[in-house]
C-alpha cells in the first residue's frame, strides 16, 4: 500500500486547514447572479483579511442542508441564503440574527430597499435578511411571433387575451409552442406560478379558518384554464418543465410566450445565450378583471443563523454583497444589464441601469404590484403571494405540486387532481393542528 | 480458448458485441464530447457529433466556481481511506469466518449484510444530530466512519466468500508443520488471498467514491466529495449542458481510469465465490 | 476441528467488525424508533410530546403509500430483470471469439463507475429530453414524434438508468462464471451432440446459478434504497408514478422536515426491506451455502 502515506498527509493536511481563524462559511444557490458574486468575492477578502468558504448547491439540496443545520443547531454556517419564504417563519422561530448594524448604517441605505421586498424579509419590524435580488413574475414574449399571429400585446393583458394569443402563436410544424409555464412539480416550481396565477382568478389557498380550498370553483377554474391552455399552446413534456427547461427553450425560440420570473429578461436577451433577443417584449402577468394579478414576490437573501460563531463578520460580508456599491462594482465589470435586480430603489432611478435594462420599469412595476399581506380577493389567514407562510406550506405543496403536474401529464383529471389535493391538504392540516 | 469457429460467425459476433458495447457507452461518450462543445452547439437543434469549435473553457468556468481539486482530494481520501479501515477491521473478521465456521456464521453474515438495508433517509436526522454533537459534520474523518460503517458488510463478504475458496489442508499441512500462526497468515494465506483483497478494495473504493447521499447531506464546504461538487452544477438558471458535462466529466474521471487501469484485478475476485 | 483456541480467537478476530455494525445498526435504529413515536418537526418547534401511533397512521395512510409500495417491487424487479437477463446474454456474447475482448470489456463496464447523480442527470439531459435530448433526436430523425420519457414511462425511464449502471456489474460477476467453465465440459457437451439451446439450458445456466444468485442478492441490497436517480429526474412524479418508499420517506421526513413522520416512514421501510430478504433468502438461498 503505496498510498498510505500519502493519505495519511493529506488526511492531517485536511485537518489543519480547517483550522484557520476568521473564515465565513457561506452557503448559496448556484444562480447566476450568486455564482457571479463568488468570482467578485475575492475583492472582499482583500479588504477585510476574511477568508470565504463557498458552499454553492443546486436550489432544492441548498434548502434541505440549510433547513436541517438551522432546526438542528448544526452550526455548518456562517451565511445562509434564503428566500421571502423562510426569513419570516425562521425568524420567529429564533434561528435568525436580526441585522441590526445593517440597519442602523446609513451608508447601507436600509430605507433603500424596495419596500415589498423588506417588508417580505422583515419579522416584527426587524430585518433579518437582506435581499441579493428580487423579483416577480411578468410575460415575456416574442415581438415577432406576436405580429405574425396578427396581435398586439396590451402592457397589462387578460387571461383570456393570452389564451387567445398562445393559441394563435402556436405552429407545432415549427416547433413553436404559443406558452411556456412551469409544469415540473415542486412549492417552489408549479405551485409558485399556479399559485399566482390562482390569485388572479380569485382562488385562495385556504379560508378563515385554515380549511384548504382546492374544492372551489375558483380554483377548478384555475386549473382548467392552465390545463387546457398547455394541451393547446404549450410544449411537449410540459410536467418535467421548470425555470430552467423553460428558459432554454425560451432562448431556442420555442416559445411565444413565458410568464416566469423577472430575473429571467436579462438572460433571454442577452445575445450571447439567446437567439431571440432581439425579440423579446415585455407585460404584466395577466389578470381576470378582479383586481389581482398572478404575479409573484420573491427575494433570494443573506441571513445569519443564530448558531454562526462569526456573526460580526457575517454582517459585514451581508452588508459588502447587498449595499450599493456591490451594485456598481457587477455594473463596472459585468456591464448594468448584469447588476441583481429588484432591490433597491435607487437602481430604477438610475439613468444607466434604465438604458441598460428595457425591461427595469416592467420589473419594477410588477415588484410593486404584488402584495403579500392581500394576495388574493377574499380575506386570507395568511401571508405571502405565491406561497403561504407557515412551515408546513413546503410539504402541502410539494405534495399538490405532484397531483397538479400529473394532471398536466394527463395521468388523472383535473377534477381528481383537485379533489385530492384538497384529502392531502386537510390531512396535513389536521395533523399540524390548525384545523381542530 | 482457442475454438475454431468460422469467420463469417466470429464476424457477427465481434459487430454485434460492439454494437451493444457502444450503445451501453453512449452516455459516457456523450458527456466526453459535450464537455469540449460552446453552450451554444450543446443544445444545438440540430446535433453534432465531434465538437465543431472544440473549445476547454468549460473546464475553466467550471474550476472557477468550484475547486476541482479540493473535492477530488476529499473523494480520494474518503473513498480510499474508509476502504483501508474497512479492510483492517474486515480482514480478520472473514478470516475468522471462513476458516472457523459455527452454526452462527451464516446468520452473523445475513445480520450484517441486513445492515445495509437500513435507508439512509430515514436515519439522516438521528446520525445528523450525532455528527453535530461530536463536531464531526463536515470533516473528512466523519465522512470516512460512515463510509466505513456503509461498506462494512460488503467487505466482509466479499472476503469471505474468497477465502473460503482457498483450500483448507495447505493450512493444516503448514500448521503440522509447527508454522506460527502469524508466519501461516503472512507466507500462506496472503499470497493467496492477495487478488481477492485487491478486487474487494478495488469495487469498494468505487461504491465510496459513488455514494451521493451522506456525501451531500453532511458536508459544507471543506469535507465536500465529488458528488457534492456536481450537485453544484445540476440545473442552475440556464441548461449549461457543456458546463454540467465538464464537470461530469471531471467527476466520474479519476474513478474511470482507475477503474479501467484495474480492470484485470478487479475482476478476479470479482466471484463472490460464485465459481466453483 | 475447531479446538477452544481458535474459537477464541476467532470471536477475537471478529470482535471489531460486529461490534461496529452493532453500534451502527443499533444507534441510529434506536434513534429512529424513539422519533418515530414522538411529534418531531424540524420547522415547527410546536410540535412536541408523545405521539402513540400517529406517526405510523399518517405514514402508511398517505395517499401514495401502497403505489410506493408497489412501484419498490417494480424497480427492484425490473432492474433485476433486465440486468439478470442482459447479463447473461451479453456474458456469453462477450465469451465467444470475438475480436478486441479487451477493450470491449472496458468500454462494457464503464458505465458501473459512473456515479448515481451523474448518471441520472447525463440520462436525463442528454438523452430523455424531448426537445434536446439525443433520443428525441433519433426519433426525430426516423419522423417519429419524441417520446416524453419522464412523463409518459416515468418509472420505466428510472428503471432504465438504474438498469444501465448495474448491467456491467452482472455481466462481470457472469463472464468470470461462465469462463470457469471448463474446456472439457463445453467439449464434453459438445461431443454428446447437443444444440446450442440445450447446452445452455443443462450446462451453462446451472454453472451460473450461484452468481445470479449473488448478482440478485448484491443488487437488491442496493436498489432497495434507489433515490437520487429519482430525485434528479422525476421527484418522484408526475403524481406519484416513481415514488418508491425510500423517496416516500424522503418526501415526508425531509422535503416536509417532518422527523417523527419520517422516521416512521424509516422503520416502516427497514420492515419492508426485512421482508424482501427473507423472501430472496427463502427464493435463492439453496444456492448459496454460506
Redesign the interface.
Given at each position: 500500500m503505496k498510498l498510505t502515506p500519502i493519505l495519511v498527509g493529506a488526511f492531517t493536511l485536511a485537518l489543519a486547514t480547517s483550522a484557520s481563524a476568521q473564515t465565513l462559511t457561506i452557503a448559496t444557490v448556484n444562480n447566476g447572479d450568486m455564482v457571479r458574486m463568488q468570482a467578485l468575492s475575492p475583492a472582499f477578502t482583500e479588504e477585510t483579511g476574511i477568508e470565504l468558504n463557498w458552499v454553492v448547491l443546486e436550489e432544492?439540496t441548498l434548502r434541505?442542508n440549510v433547513?436541517?443545520d438551522i432546526?438542528?443547531n448544526g452550526g455548518q454556517y456562517d451565511v445562509m441564503t434564503i428566500g421571502t419564504y423562510e426569513a419570516p417563519?425562521w425568524a420567529k422561530?429564533g434561528w435568525l440574527t436580526p441585522l441590526d448594524a445593517l440597519s442602523a448604517d446609513a451608508e447601507y441605505d436600509v430605507d433603500d430597499i424596495l419596500p415589498p421586498i423588506r417588508e417580505g424579509l422583515s419579522f416584527e419590524g426587524k430585518l433579518y435578511a437582506a435581499p441579493f435580488y428580487g423579483e416577480s413574475s411578468f410575460i415575456m414574449y416574442r415581438k415577432d411571433l406576436m405580429e405574425k399571429a396578427g396581435l398586439e400585446m396590451p402592457e397589462a393583458p387578460t387571461w383570456e387575451f393570452i389564451g387567445e394569443a398562445a393559441r394563435a402563436m402556436t405552429d407545432r410544424s415549427a416547433d413553436i409552442n404559443g406558452i411556456c409555464l412551469r409544469g415540473?412539480?415542486?412549492w417552489g416550481e408549479n405551485m409558485a406560478f399556479l399559485t399566482a396565477m390562482s390569485n388572479s382568478f380569485g382562488a385562495r389557498w385556504f379560508d378563515e379558518n385554515w380549511a384548504p380550498q382546492f374544492n372551489t370553483p375558483e380554483w377548478k377554474s384555475t386549473l382548467d384554464t392552465y390545463l387546457s391552455l398547455m394541451a393547446d399552446a404549450g410544449?411537449?413534456?410540459a410536467?418535467?418543465n421548470g425555470f430552467n427547461?423553460n428558459l432554454?427553450?425560451f432562448q431556442?425560440g420555442?416559445c411565444g410566450m413565458w410568464i416566469d420570473a423577472t430575473v429571467a429578461a436579462s438572460f433571454v436577451t442577452n445575445p450571447d445565450d439567446s437567439t431571440v433577443a432581439d425579440q423579446v417584449g415585455f407585460a404584466l402577468a395577466p389578470d381576470n378583471g378582479l383586481g389581482k394579478r398572478g404575479n409573484w414576490l420573491w427575494a433570494w437573501s443573506l441571513a445569519i443563523p443564530n448558531s454562526s460563531q462569526n456573526k460580526e463578520a457575517a454582517e459585514q460580508f451581508i452588508n459588502w454583497a447587498t449595499n450599493k456599491d456591490y451594485l456598481a462594482l457587477v455594473a463596472e465589470q459585468e456591464g448594468w444589464a448584469n447588476v441583481p435586480p429588484g432591490t433597491r430603489t435607487s437602481l430604477y432611478e438610475n439613468p444607466d441601469y434604465q438604458a441598460a435594462a428595457p425591461f427595469a420599469k416592467m420589473t419594477l412595476d410588477s415588484i410593486n404590484a404584488a402584495n403579500p399581506a392581500e394576495p388574493t380577493v377574499q380575506p386570507v389567514p395568511y401571508t405571502g403571494v405565491q406561497f403561504v407562510a407557515i412551515?408546513?406550506f413546503?410539504?402541502?405543496a410539494?405534495?399538490v405540486g405532484?397531483?397538479f403536474?400529473?394532471a398536466?401529464?394527463g395521468?388523472?383529471s383535473a377534477d381528481d387532481a383537485l379533489a385530492?389535493a384538497q384529502?392531502?391538504a386537510t390531512?396535513?392540516m389536521t395533523?399540524?393542528?390548525y384545523i381542530k | 480458448?482457442a475454438?475454431n469457429?468460422p469467420a463469417s460467425t466470429?464476424i457477427g459476433?465481434?459487430a454485434?458485441?460492439?454494437i451493444?458495447?457502444?450503445i451501453?457507452?453512449?452516455?459516457?461518450l456523450?458527456?466526453l464530447l459535450?464537455a469540449f462543445k460552446t453552450e451554444a452547439e450543446a443544445?444545438a437543434n440540430t446535433?453534432t457529433f465531434f465538437p465543431q469549435n472544440f473549445t476547454l473553457e468549460n473546464f475553466g468556468a467550471v474550476q472557477a466556481r468550484s475547486d476541482y481539486i479540493k473535492h477530488a482530494t476529499n473523494s480520494i481520501i474518503v473513498s480510499v481511506g474508509s476502504t483501508l479501515i474497512g479492510l483492517v477491521?474486515?480482514i480478520?473478521?472473514a478470516?475468522?469466518?471462513a476458516?472457523?465456521p459455527?452454526k452462527r456464521?451464516?446468520d452473523?453474515?445475513?445480520w450484517?449484510?441486513?445492515?445495509?438495508?437500513?435507508?439512509?433517509?430515514?436515519?439522516?436526522?438521528?446520525?445528523y444530530?450525532?455528527f453535530r454533537d461530536l463536531r464531526l459534520l463536515d470533516t473528512v474523518h466523519g465522512l470516512t466512519i460512515i463510509m466505513t460503517?456503509i461498506n462494512?458488510?460488503?467487505i466482509?463478504w466479499m472476503l469471505?466468500?474468497y477465502f473460503k475458496e482457498i483450500p483448507v489442508d495447505i493450512l493444516?499441512a503448514s500448521r503440522m508443520d509447527g508454522a506460527e500462526l502469524w508466519n501461516e497468515i503472512v507466507h500462506v494465506l496472503v499470497p493467496m488471498a492477495v487478488p481477492g483483497i485487491a478486487s474487494t478494495l478495488l469495487l469498494n473504493v468505487?461504491l465510496a467514491?459513488?455514494e451521493?447521499?451522506w456525501t451531500i447531506t453532511l458536508t459544507s464546504g471543506r469535507a465536500g466529495t465529488?458528488?457534492a461538487f456536481?450537485?453544484s452544477f445540476?440545473s442552475p438558471q440556464g441548461?449549461f449542458?457543456a458546463k454540467?458535462?465538464a464537470a461530469?466529466l471531471l467527476?466520474?474521471a479519476p474513478?474511470?481510469l482507475m477503474?479501467?487501469f484495474s480492470?484485470k484485478q478487479?475482476?478476479r475476485g470479482?466471484?463472490?465465490?460464485?465459481?466453483? | 476441528?475447531?479446538t477452544a483456541q481458535?474459537?477464541t480467537?476467532?470471536?477475537v478476530?471478529?470482535a471489531?467488525?460486529?461490534i461496529?455494525?452493532l453500534i451502527?445498526?443499533i444507534?441510529?435504529?434506536v434513534?429512529?424508533l424513539w422519533?418515530s413515536f414522538q411529534n418531531y418537526?424540524?420547522?415547527?418547534?410546536?410540535?412536541t410530546g408523545f405521539a402513540g401511533w400517529?406517526n405510523y397512521v399518517?405514514v402508511i395512510?398517505d395517499?401514495s403509500f401502497t403505489q410506493a409500495l408497489v412501484n419498490t417491487l417494480i424497480l427492484v424487479g425490473g432492474v433485476l430483470a433486465i440486468t439478470v437477463v442482459g447479463g447473461v446474454l451479453?456474458a456469453m456474447?462477450?465469451?465467444?471469439?470475438?475480436?478486441?475482448q479487451g477493450l470491449?470489456?472496458?468500454?462494457?463496464?464503464?458505465?458501473?463507475?459512473?456515479?448515481?447523480?451523474?448518471?441520472a442527470?447525463?440520462?436525463k439531459?442528454?438523452?430523455m429530453?424531448?426537445?434536446?435530448g439525443?433520443l428525441g433526436?433519433l426519433w426525430k430523425f426516423f419522423g417519429l414524434?419524441?417520446v416524453?420519457w419522464?412523463?409518459?414511462y416515468p418509472l420505466f425511464s428510472v428503471i432504465v438508468i438504474v438498469a444501465?449502471q448495474w448491467?456491467?456489474f452482472a455481466t462481470?460477476?457472469l463472464?468470470?462464471?461462465i469462463?470457469?467453465l471448463s474446456?472439457e465440459q463445453r467439449e464434453a457437451a459438445e461431443m454428446d451432440g447437443a444444440n446450442a439451446l440445450n447446452r445452455f439450458r443443462y450446462i451453462i445456466l446451472p454453472h451460473m446459478a450461484?452468481?445470479i444468485?449473488?448478482v440478485i442478492?448484491?443488487q437488491t441490497?442496493f436498489l432497495?434504497?434507489i433515490?437520487?436517480e429519482i430525485?434528479?429526474t422525476?421527484?418522484?412524479?408526475?403524481?406519484?408514478?416513481s415514488t418508491n418508499?425510500?423517496f416516500l420517506?424522503?418526501?415526508?421526513?425531509?422535503?416536509?422536515?417532518?422527523?417523527g413522520a419520517?422516521?416512521a416512514?424509516?422503520?416502516v421501510?427497514?420492515i419492508i426491506?426485512?421482508i424482501v430478504?427473507i423472501f430472496l433468502?427463502r427464493a435463492v438461498g439453496k444456492n448459496l451455502d454460506?
Open positions: 432544492n434541505q433547513t436541517t432546526a438542528t417563519i422561530q415540473k412539480a415542486g410544449p411537449s413534456g410536467s418535467s427547461e432554454t427553450l431556442q420555442k412551515p408546513e413546503a410539504g402541502i410539494t405534495n405532484q397531483l403536474s400529473a398536466l401529464a395521468q388523472i385530492q384529502d392531502a390531512r396535513d395533523r399540524a393542528g | 480458448m475454438r469457429v466470429r459476433f465481434t454485434l458485441a460492439w451493444i458495447a457502444l451501453l457507452f453512449s452516455p459516457i456523450w458527456v459535450t443544445i446535433p477491521i474486515g480478520p473478521a478470516w475468522a469466518m476458516f472457523a459455527t456464521t451464516k452473523v453474515l445475513m450484517m449484510l441486513s445492515t445495509k438495508m437500513m435507508p439512509a433517509v430515514g436515519v439522516l436526522i438521528p446520525i444530530l450525532i460503517l462494512l458488510p460488503i466482509i469471505y466468500t493444516e468505487i467514491w459513488n451521493a447521499f465529488l458528488t456536481i450537485s445540476s441548461l449542458l454540467l458535462s461530469s467527476a466520474i474513478i474511470l477503474g479501467w480492470q478487479l475482476v470479482l466471484t463472490f465465490g460464485a465459481v466453483k | 476441528m475447531a481458535t474459537r480467537l476467532s470471536r478476530m471478529m471489531p467488525a460486529v461496529v455494525l451502527w445498526m444507534v441510529p435504529l434513534m429512529t422519533f418537526s424540524l420547522i415547527n418547534p410546536m410540535m400517529a399518517y395512510g395517499p451479453l456474447l462477450l465469451d465467444q471469439p470475438i475480436w478486441g470491449l470489456r472496458i468500454i462494457v463496464i464503464s458505465p458501473f463507475f459512473v456515479m448515481p447523480p451523474v448518471a442527470l447525463i440520462w439531459n442528454g438523452f429530453h424531448p426537445g434536446y439525443m433526436h414524434q419524441p416524453d419522464f412523463n409518459q444501465w448491467l456491467p462481470l460477476i463472464l468470470t462464471a469462463q470457469s474446456e450461484r452468481a444468485t449473488i442478492l448484491i441490497i432497495l434504497g433515490f437520487a430525485r434528479v422525476t421527484g418522484g412524479g408526475p403524481g406519484y408514478a418508499i425510500t420517506v424522503f418526501r415526508t421526513g425531509i422535503l416536509s422536515n417532518d422527523i419520517g422516521s416512514g424509516g422503520v421501510a427497514v426491506a426485512n430478504a433468502m454460506a
